[in-house]
């Protein structure tokens, strides 16, 4: 027996452009609705796409902070410049003093950082997405692990120079990566095994580094460590154009299969039924993350829990559901950016990495993080 509930006489049926409602987070739970906007857009050669104003708008003030707390950085140091003369400087006007220690010094530096946090945030984001886990990050999966275990062979064993270590970096996360597909790829790769042998590679691969750096010597100890803290101290434009080079090849495929990654969250079969290759998708965006964090990392430096914090924090502010892979990227540069000016401001310049401040910083969120997913009862 079925009944059917007819409208009421003189009611009006809803306007298309009136808001949608839809669950917190994109759960089907029972509880409350939120109201969203969301506008659907259409181009001149018939393509379409929703289009999520809070997003579009939390993306375009994090950029705006995030370029903000550039020119900061820019502008911190032994000499110190406005921010005036940091844009002028920036677009060809000031001294020569002023455009040697802005092109030459500084902008690098802060290039390197927003790249790198860029790049660790939008890998997160992946990474979270497919293990469907707010703990999948590359730093707790064992990828930073990877990159600093090739970086140590260089130094220790090759005593190579800074691009033989960034290459060694690189072939370590690729590799990582590679192994830890092929022991979770169990007629595709799945979350909780994905996030479980990334987890034991990651405690495989730091007693490995710990063994390195007992085979090491004075020097080449302090080098590995001051490489494995994390830093953006004495960058320049030869760490510049291949980070960027690398972002601009994978940043953009990550963004376009962001749809089909988006509809990995509601689980492979849902996926498959709305004609997603699921493996494949899969397969390729978590490639192209591991290749960024290993590009970011041979930058850089292991520069632990950008990638797991961004993401959170870009979905707590965008309130939508799916990856949010461009408020990601924006809001880890944004991060790095910030806490390398904050260690500047705070214990001065050169004597506090950057990595330092965002571990402190990151491991009280990861605390609050696991007491809110206990408390939710999802672990």
């Known amino acids: 027996m079925s009944s059917t509930v007819k409208p009421e006489q003189g009611a009006k049926p809803a306007q298309g452009n009136a808001p949608r409602t839809t669950g917190p987070a ?12 969301v506008r659907p857009v259409r181009t001149g050669g018939g393509l379409s796409l929703r289009l999520d104003v809070r997003a579009v708008l939390v993306g375009a003030l994090l950029l705006v902070v995030a370029l903000a707390a550039g020119v900061a950085l820019i502008g911190s140091g032994d000499y110190p410049m406005t921010p005036g003369e940091v844009l002028g400087a920036l677009t060809g006007g ?58 140590l062979i260089v130094i220790v064993y090759f005593q190579g120079t800074s691009y033989a270590v960034a290459a060694g970096a690189v072939v370590g ?78 940043v953009p495929l990550v963004l376009i299969l962001g749809r089909p990654l988006r509809m990995l969250e509601m689980g492979d079969d849902a996926a498959y039924s709305l004609g997603v290759r699921v493996d494949r998708i899969r397969l390729v965006v978590l490639l192209a993350a591991v290749v960024l964090v290993a590009a970011a990392t041979a930058a850089a430096g292991p520069i632990s829990f950008v990638a797991l914090t961004a993401p959170q924090l870009a979905r707590r502010l965008t ?41 402190v910083l990151g491991g009280g969120y990861l605390l609050w993080l696991l007491a809110t997913e206990r408390k939710a009862g999802r672990i």
């Open 173 to 250: 996360g690729i590799a990582t990566g590679i192994a830890i597909f092929s022991l979770a790829w169990k007629r595709g790769i799945h979350g909780y095994r994905f996030v479980l042998v990334g987890i034991g590679a990651s405690a495989m691969l730091y007693a490995i580094v710990l063994y390195l750096m007992t085979k090491a010597n004075i020097v080449e100890a302090t080098r590995a460590t001051t490489w494995m803290t994390g830093s953006l101290n004495g960058r320049d434009w030869d760490q510049v154009w291949p980070l960027a080079a690398v972002s601009a090849a994978l």
């Open 26 to 37: 994109g759960r089907g739970n029972s509880g409350a609705r939120t109201t969203r906007r």
């Open 94 to 151: 000031g001294d020569a003093g002023q455009a040697f220690i802005v092109h030459e010094l500084r902008l690098p530096r802060v290039l390197v950082g927003l790249l790198v946090g860029a790049a660790f945030g939008i890998a997160g984001s992946v990474f979270q997405t497919v293990s469907r886990n707010p703990l999948g990050s590359p730093d707790v999966l064992g990828f930073a692990q990877g990159s600093s275990v090739g970086a």
């Open 319 to 359: 309130r939508s559901p799916g990856p949010n892979l461009l408020p990601s990227a924006l809001m880890g540069a944004l991060l790095l950016v910030a806490a390398d000016w904050a260690s500047q401001r705070l214990f001065g310049a050169d004597q506090l990495p950057v990595g330092v401040l965002t571990g």
